[in-house]
């Protein structure tokens, strides 16, 4: 065993990119959830993004049209999402599950031409002499540039949820769909965008998994990412900042465990991996004493004529 | 019950009950069952490339069909029942967690042949076969060995089963062989396929230092790692992985089923087909050495070239005395060679790894 | 203007029309896809929804949809009394998991003796496995206030790790040359969940299945308990008026439908799967979540729901070995069924109107 083979300066900068696909889609949740709607549909919209980015990058060479084609298929998808839950009605929960299953099923007929084939791959960002800081120059200055945009897009729902009318809004409609409608706002269409925002940053995860971080496409690849990103938004509390706080933890006991098992450390595996789930539920317990950090309106079907 | 048999004898004079009938049983039907989709570029996707390979060596005298992502367990039976029923003369079931379900199934079905992958139980109708990878991993074992700088060489395991322990192992005896100073840093991913965590694994091995990485899970993630890296050297694993040739994969360890697959389907063909147990490796090309590509100095790849021959000869055996035991202990006396069953069941490590295996 | 109004009272003709459009719909639909991946649509959709119950071979298969429907049912009734109540436990998975674990635990420590108790007591560890499983959620609901969709579904990975840690570990066949897995209760008679009539598919899951269903069936139509299920659902406020007490509603609820997701674990563990192994799970907890919807949460629905589901997905197996659909294809097909299913019980509750709503 020695410990000093783990060099910290590259974990961090290895967990920031392992976190950004749960961070992307994690804070698309947020959104959604903040807005009173719960959409378990997470992993097959990330996997339909997985794969809409992926051939759309290697028909046009241009991994960033790839990324743009990822949002807009995961925001598609969630469109169907939407129609079930906001105009026909249907249960949030049933309806997320189904979408999962839809989404894994479509993403693989979609993917059968491209197993094997090597993407085109996406620089990282150019810093010049910053990138040469020590220390400070690979954990910041060395990455691509969705993540960055997946720290910006924290910082954008972050700012819009606390400074915006667009944001408070969005935080009535989740805290009381049925007072948000008395005072006149668009409860159905407010949700939806909010869902569709959410596919969009879900898709983005996804191909940031198929085209940066393994890049490949297989059927399957997310693996279950799109769930630890539903468990994220808990464990953050629904607060923009936590989720990148929360994704860099998750990423980083991910990270962490791999290093240890290379530095010669016997660890229990899957102890370890349950790690996350069990401090999700401490932190849902020490939260409970706060009963404003859940939207009340979460998970439940909104009807005007109530 | 009458209008049931009524309907379903309308069904079959209709023509509904599938196309298996339309043309008698003169064609060999020949079924595969996969763990995994056909598209997993792995396990799945080599398997299935041998079903393409009896389609196309045997042509009009055979039908294949396949059924993909069967669970283990009783879909697995239902899936291979069905089969049966609907008139496949051979059966292959491609997962260790086969075993018991097709062993259960051939039981029902004396007249059908079942051929599991992997497993150790037989019956009458029932064949196993396997493949000696441990072979490539030798192989691989002796390039890594003279190809590291940093004697820092990554293995990123699936899980602590035999076959994959009997994988480190050889690699390892190999790689000391030629590189005494040689450690292997063995990441346990607890998964045969999961790129994301793939290529964690191996950023993390070589952040570590490791400038060889071996793979014993299935997806390209840690050769595009590799890649990214630079001067890392990697090597193909059940698929070719070409893509990423000639740097950083230098050669590659391939599933190939097809040889096999097409010998099993003739000797049910022409009546020949009797239950055995096969463990074939690199010599009747189960176990394919891809290219040795030109990043490999021209000695070395000789080297490797001539291990590859003496290997499929006969000539030489991966395992052979004087190996310890990583406690110490005697494991094989001089010219000793290690024996099927102890392979099978491969539990320890050899004399020089470090580290435990997981229990 | 398109506008819902919402039923006074459900419509009983919508309710049992709407799920018959959903599938004419799917046929419809799926038709188109399997058309554009070549495959004859019409001989596509015969093999999944025909082949299974009426072909050559049904003697064959309807026994599998009751093996393949068994643990689904079983499971979605138990869900189904807390979805009634507004008590969202979507872990069934983990407890369906702890319940095989639990019961075969208890199984393979007699190994090898042979006693007529064996299997109860099995029955009763798996019962407790998965009841216990969901007494955290549970308990944590009623103790902080923790919301127990999210507590429920944590759990489930958890369970999972514990799983491939159980197998790979102190559940594994020490003669199973160190592969990963248990021993085959299928092999173990006093631990083995058999076919109660050889042939049939009637194991003794399937019999749980039937007496959940009949207990819920008296329990929501008869008893107090099913009337404080019903009331708390509909209208939380009266229920509490009504003297129902939340906090025991939601152990009652979260504690059957563990219970049944765990003994659901175990019959399968103990029969038609016969081991425990990483890969034992299959989604069953998940899929019951949809069940019990499709099945409008009521108990004979559920039983229908179940087996449709059970019958797509055997048929879907035999389309493909048949016709070489790809199983992608059978996925997206469940996959629009399920959305059809949902999308259209809107006009059980509802009715469209033309023109303008009066209160907007």
């Known amino acids: 065993m020695d410990l000093s083979v783990i060099n910290p300066i590259l974990l961090i900068a290895a967990l920031m990119s392992a976190a950004t696909p749960i961070l992307l889609a994690a804070t698309g949740e947020l959104v959604v959830e903040r807005a009173g709607v719960l959409n378990l549909g997470v992993e097959g919209m990330m996997i339909l993004g997985a794969i809409c980015g992926f051939a759309i990058a290697v028909e046009t060479g241009s991994p960033l049209t790839g990324f743009v084609a990822a949002a807009i298929g995961g925001a598609m998808l969630s469109l169907l999402f939407a129609l079930l839950t906001q105009v026909a009605l249907a249960n949030q929960v049933a309806s997320g599950l189904a979408l999962t299953l839809f989404g894994l099923g479509l993403s693989a007929l979609l993917g059968q031409r491209y197993v094997g084939v090597k993407p085109p791959r996406m620089g990282d960002m150019n810093f010049g002499p910053l990138a040469d800081i020590p220390v400070l120059g690979p954990i910041l200055f060395s990455h691509d540039p969705i993540l960055y945009l997946g720290i910006a897009l924290v910082a954008a729902v972050w700012a819009t949820l606390k400074y915006t009318r667009v944001g408070l809004i969005l935080r009535a409609v989740g805290e009381n769909h049925d007072a948000a409608h008395a005072l006149g706002y668009k409860v159905v269409r407010i949700r939806t965008l909010a869902i569709m925002f959410g596919g969009a940053c879900a898709g983005m995860g996804g191909a940031y998994i198929s085209l940066i971080r393994v890049p490949q496409w297989t059927e399957g690849m997310t693996a279950g990412v799109g769930w630890i990103a539903l468990a994220l938004v808990v464990f953050a509390s629904w607060k923009p900042w936590r989720v990148l706080l929360g994704a860099y933890l998750f990423g980083g006991i991910t990270q962490l465990q791999l290093n240890l098992q290379g530095a010669g450390v016997a660890i229990p595996v899957e102890y370890l991996a349950m790690s996350p789930y069990i401090i999700t539920i401490v932190v849902l317990v020490i939260l409970s004493a706060d009963k404003s950090a859940a939207p009340g309106s979460l998970g439940r079907t909104f009807h005007a004529s109530h | 019950m009458k209008l049931i048999t009524l309907l379903a004898s309308a069904a079959v004079a209709l023509g509904l009950a599938g196309g298996a009938y339309a043309d008698g049983h003169e064609k060999t039907k020949v079924g595969f069952v996969f763990v995994g989709p056909i598209g997993d570029g792995g396990w799945t996707y080599e398997h299935n490339k041998g079903r393409l390979a009896v389609e196309e060596a045997l042509g009009d005298a055979v039908e294949t069909v396949y059924v993909e992502n069967v669970a283990e367990g009783p879909d697995s039976e239902r899936v291979m029942t069905q089969m049966a029923l609907d008139g496949a003369d051979l059966i292959f079931t491609t997962s260790f967690g086969y075993m018991d379900p097709t062993i259960n199934i051939a039981a029902k079905f004396p007249d059908v042949k079942f051929e599991h992958a992997t497993g150790y139980k037989r019956a009458d109708n029932v064949s196993t076969y396997s493949a000696r990878f441990y072979e490539g991993r030798a192989i691989q074992g002796h390039i890594a060995g003279k190809m590291t700088k940093s004697n820092i060489i990554g293995y990123i395991a699936s899980y602590p089963i035999p076959e994959v322990i009997r994988g480190i192992n050889a690699a390892y005896i190999h790689a000391a062989k030629v590189n005494p100073d040689v450690e292997f840093k063995i990441i346990w991913a607890y998964t045969w396929f999961d790129p994301a965590k793939e290529a964690d694994a191996a950023r993390a091995l070589i952040e570590q230092g490791a400038d060889v990485v071996l793979q014993h899970t299935d997806s390209t993630a840690p050769q595009a790692a590799a890649q990214e890296a630079g001067n890392v050297v990697t090597f193909g694993q059940a698929s070719d992985m070409g893509q990423y040739a000639p740097f950083p994969r230098v050669s590659s360890i391939i599933d190939d089923w097809a040889p096999y697959y097409i010998a099993r389907t003739k000797a049910v063909i022409d009546g020949t087909w009797e239950s055995t147990d096969t463990w074939d490796g690199i010599g009747p090309g189960m176990v394919g050495i891809g290219e040795i590509s030109d990043a490999v100095p021209a000695d070395v790849k000789e080297e490797a070239l001539a291990m590859k021959a003496a290997i499929a000869d006969g000539s030489y055996h991966p395992f052979t005395g004087p190996l310890k035991k990583q406690d110490g202990s005697d494991w094989l006396a001089d010219g000793e060679v290690a024996d099927d069953g102890t392979l099978a069941g491969m539990n320890f490590y050899v004399e020089g790894l470090t580290g435990e295996i997981p229990q | ?360």
């Open chain 3, 1 to 360: 203007m398109i506008w819902l109004e919402k039923r006074p009272q459900p419509s009983r003709f919508f309710a049992y029309i709407t799920p018959l459009l959903a599938v004419l719909a799917t046929f419809l639909f799926g038709g188109l896809l399997f058309a554009a991946l070549g495959k004859d649509p019409v001989q596509s959709i015969i093999t999944i929804f025909w082949e299974p119950l009426f072909g050559e071979f049904a003697f064959y298969y309807r026994p599998q949809l009751l093996i393949k429907g068994a643990p689904l049912v079983l499971i979605a009734i138990g869900l189904s009394l807390g979805f009634k109540a507004g008590i969202w436990n979507i872990g069934a998975e983990g407890q369906y998991i702890m319940g095989a674990l639990f019961g075969a635990g208890v199984g393979l420590a007699f190994y090898p003796a042979e006693s007529v108790l064996i299997f109860p007591a099995m029955v009763m560890a798996g019962a407790l496995g998965g009841w216990l499983w969901a007494m955290i959620p549970a308990f944590l609901k009623v103790r902080f206030g923790t919301n127990e969709i999210l507590v429920s579904l944590m759990l489930v990975y958890v369970a999972e790790q514990f799983l491939a840690s159980m197998s790979l570990g102190l559940l594994k066949n020490p003669e199973g040359f160190g592969f990963p897995g248990s021993r085959n209760l299928q092999q173990y008679d006093s631990a083995h969940n058999a076919e109660i009539i050889a042939g049939t598919g009637m194991h003794w899951g399937v019999v749980a299945a039937l007496i959940a269903v009949i207990f819920a069936y008296v329990l929501l139509a008869r008893h107090r308990l099913g009337f404080a299920v019903r009331v708390t659902g509909e209208a939380p406020r009266a229920a509490r008026f009504a003297g129902v007490n939340p906090g025991r509603l939601v152990l009652f609820c979260l504690g059957t439908s563990g219970m049944l997701a765990g003994l659901a674990g175990l019959f399968e563990v103990a029969g038609p799967a016969g081991q425990v192994s990483i890969d034992f799970n299959v989604g069953y907890g998940f899929t019951a979540i949809i069940v019990a919807f499709l099945g409008r949460l009521h108990p004979i629905g559920i039983v229908l729901a179940g087996l449709l589901m059970a019958l797509t997905y055997i048929g879907g197996d035999i389309a493909q070995s048949q016709l070489g659909l790809p199983a992608a294809a059978i996925q997206v097909f469940q996959g629009m069924l399920l959305f059809f299913l949902l999308a259209l019980d809107l006009f059980t509750n509802y009715r469209l109107r033309l023109g303008r709503a009066e209160t907007a």
